[in-house]
């Protein structure tokens, strides 16, 4: 045994010899609490199950309450409801027993016993409007029971109540989206951002929420806001440029993967893809010599290349084409390669075809080969 729990043992045991000479019997229940306190679980559990509740000088609506606080920490959730019904009906204190009605309702949550959860805020209407966590508590148990309207209500009475409760706007927000009252939730989104404690994470699942239900359009409103608001944030940028590639508005979402790239370089080689597919070919080769992987650097290179060759004409030229072939073999698209080895007539570069497939094929059989 550990010497701490020598020392606790001795002074448990003083303490017991104590109360015996004083009373001839230990006060389990005060015992009960001490254990309770200083986080000692499992004997304050010890010490109520000695507890004899025929004995006229036991304090019952303590000891109930404690023996529902010891059975909440141990989960056993039901029995500690039980429990602190008990202490509730025995106490002749009302308002000291009243509390217990707040672990109820989180163990009748916990338990997914939402109308006991319910029941039990709605006998202390007094402490709810104390804290407004309990009303989103509340609003939560009445969506569960599929009682949308009333966890509309109660969440707009937190608004009320508590106006700078802002979590109460994120909460509903989810509701609304999940009713598909979009600009509702839209107007949410946005008090929120506009009043909240700065939480990228949330405004990030506020937008991919719109996104997912088919709303680009305000998806594209609340995300712009956050990239003003999150300035340096490559992810909220991000999400706002595939909110315009779902738009097929590919420059505009060039331009964000571009913006993306200063606040954090590993898009880089994305911006220079959107500035391909816009066709923007300049910005493409630009961003492409940021990048500071050189084998998706080529591999942009060969892209945009061959776009820039058959624009100018060039692709009509063999020594053109046999180096654009050796391009894709550098890159590893030996089909893309070999299609424009095949173009090949002239004998100089037919006789470099032919070597170039051998090397092709050596890579193809081992890896070592490639080069």
């Not at 509740?53 to 059975?71: A, C, H, I, S």
């Not at 880089?268 to 493409?284: G, N």
């Amino acid at each position: 045994m550990k010497i701490a729990g020598l020392v606790m043992v001795a002074l448990l045991l003083l303490s017991l010899n104590v109360w015996a000479k004083k009373s001839d019997k230990v006060d389990f229940v005060a015992l009960g609490a001490l254990m309770l306190s200083d986080g000692h679980i499992e004997r304050a559990n010890d010490a109520l199950n000695q507890v004899d509740v025929n004995d006229t000088e036991v304090d019952l609506p303590r000891f109930y309450m404690l023996k529902g606080l010891v059975q909440t920490k141990k989960t056993f959730y039901a029995d500690a409801n039980k429990n602190f019904y008990k202490s509730i009906a025995l106490s002749t204190d009302t308002n000291a027993s009243k509390p217990l009605y707040l672990y109820v309702a989180q163990n009748s949550y916990k338990l997914k016993e939402y109308q006991g959860a319910i029941e039990a805020l709605d006998s202390v209407p007094e402490l709810m409007v104390k804290n407004p966590k309990l009303f989103g508590l509340k609003a939560e148990c009445y969506w569960r029971l599929d009682d949308k309207e009333s966890a509309l209500v109660v969440l707009g009475n937190a608004n009320r109540i508590f106006p700078a409760y802002w979590d109460a706007y994120k909460q509903r927000f989810y509701y609304l989206v999940s009713l598909h009252l979009y600009q509702a939730a839209l107007t949410d989104a946005q008090i929120y951002l506009e009043n909240a404690a700065s939480d990228e994470k949330i405004m990030l699942n506020f937008i991919n929420a719109l996104r997912q239900s088919g709303q680009t359009d305000k998806g594209i409103l609340l995300a712009e806001t956050a990239n003003l608001r999150y300035i340096k944030s490559a992810k909220v940028t991000v999400l706002l440029a595939h909110l315009y590639i779902d738009k097929n508005m590919i420059h505009a979402a060039a331009e964000l993967f571009n913006e993306a790239s200063v606040e954090d370089g590993k898009f880089t080689k994305e911006a220079a893809e959107m500035y391909r597919r816009a066709e923007d070919y300049v910005m493409a080769l630009l961003k492409n010599t940021q990048m500071l992987d050189i084998k998706e650097k080529y591999k942009q290179r060969v892209i945009v290349t061959r776009k820039a060759m058959q624009r100018s004409g060039l692709m009509d030229d063999e020594n053109m084409r046999y180096a654009l072939a050796y391009a894709y073999y550098m890159e590893g698209e030996p089909d893309a390669s070999e299609a424009l080895l095949q173009t090949l007539t002239k004998p100089d570069l037919f006789k470099k075809a032919i070597e170039l497939r051998s090397k092709m094929e050596k890579c193809k059989n081992n890896i070592w080969e490639c080069q």
